[in-house]
């Protein structure tokens, strides 16, 4: 999990320095804002789908998450996941409002300005719940919740830029940052608390053929998007956006927010694979409670 984490902060870093302070960088980002869909509807349904995003829905979607981890009684697991989402969180802000600037390199104002957009905020929270999800369910639900997850942090993403919020390359930093934070908790909670594996049921069992298959599809969306990121790439070292059709670089970045979600929620499931993330024998402690209760039972019937 640490490896994960540290792919993604050199990742991450990569992005930003060709996105943010590259020219090129900052024409593809543009060439997708300028190419988005104006659909009366699509507008509509992806400011109902921004509004879930807010400081209230944060707050009672960490508390939902928090519930799910006390129920079953991993209180470490509540704290691994809620170090995930504020972390992440602060993490993203600190960024885009502190640390990181944008130069303005092309010489015209996209819908944001020059104003530094990047990660997202919204695509962060998406990603964090999702992710924090997948760590506090049971080992067989995970590949479920990372499901549920990925559509709700790829609609998200993908909505800020329909809505001209965000560029392409601020939603995949916000998964980046989301993945580091993940990496780093999950090999602090192996480190402190250890981690043992579990009988891996029916569902569980296929995913050594699972994730490499989903994983495969990511990477396969992503290369079918690089062949329209080419096209606005050229396009944009000969100055020639204008002859370009732009809802191509928008379908694009989509299919990219996409891919990238996808590779990075298999990426979690598949590390956590067989992991219960419990105690050493703490599973055997609750059989001989268990157990206790049981004969203890059988002999007040007896």
């Known amino acids: 999990m640490l490896s994960l984490a540290v792919v993604s902060v050199l990742v991450l870093a990569l992005l930003y320095v060709v996105a943010v302070h590259t020219n090129w960088g900052q024409r593809i980002d543009d060439a997708a804002l300028d190419g988005r869909t104006h659909r009366t509807a699509v507008l509509n349904a992806t400011s109902r789908l921004l509004d879930t995003i807010s400081i209230a829905s944060l707050a ?14 991993r209180p470490h697991l509540a704290i691994a996941a809620g170090t995930i989402i504020l972390g992440a969180n602060v993490s993203t802000q600190l960024l885009k409002k502190v640390v990181l600037d944008r130069p303005d390199l092309v010489g015209r104002q996209d819908t944001l300005g020059m104003t530094n957009s990047f990660p997202s ?14 760590l506090v369910v049971s ?49 602090v909670l192996i480190w402190t608390e250890g981690a043992e594996r579990e009988r891996p049921s029916v569902l569980v069992r296929s995913m050594p ?13 992503l290369l079918g998007a690089l062949a329209g990121v080419s096209t606005t790439l050229v396009a944009a070292r000969e100055d020639q956006l204008d002859a370009v059709d732009l809802s191509g670089a928008y379908a694009a970045s989509i299919a990219v927010i996409f891919g990238v979600a996808l590779v990075l929620l298999v990426s979690v499931v598949a590390a956590l694979r067989g992991l219960s993330l419990d105690p050493p024998g703490h599973d055997a402690e609750r059989a001989d409670v268990t ?8 002999a007040v019937t007896a």
């Open 209 to 221: 053929t699972l994730s490499p298959f989903l994983a495969g599809i990511g990477i396969g969306v």
């Open 60 to 73: 009672l979607g960490s508390a939902a998450i928090l519930v799910i981890a006390i129920a079953r009684r």
């Open 291 to 298: 157990d206790a209760t049981t004969a203890t039972t059988a």
């Open 139 to 187: 080992e067989s639900a995970r590949p479920w919740a990372a499901f549920g997850g990925l559509a709700y942090a790829t609609l998200v993403g993908a909505g800020t830029v329909t809505a001209g919020w965000h560029r392409p390359s601020d939603v995949v930093g916000a998964y980046l940052v989301v993945t580091a934070w993940t990496g780093a908790t999950v090999a």
């Open 121 to 134: 905020g919204h695509s962060t929270v998406a990603m964090a719940l999702a992710v924090a999800l997948v």
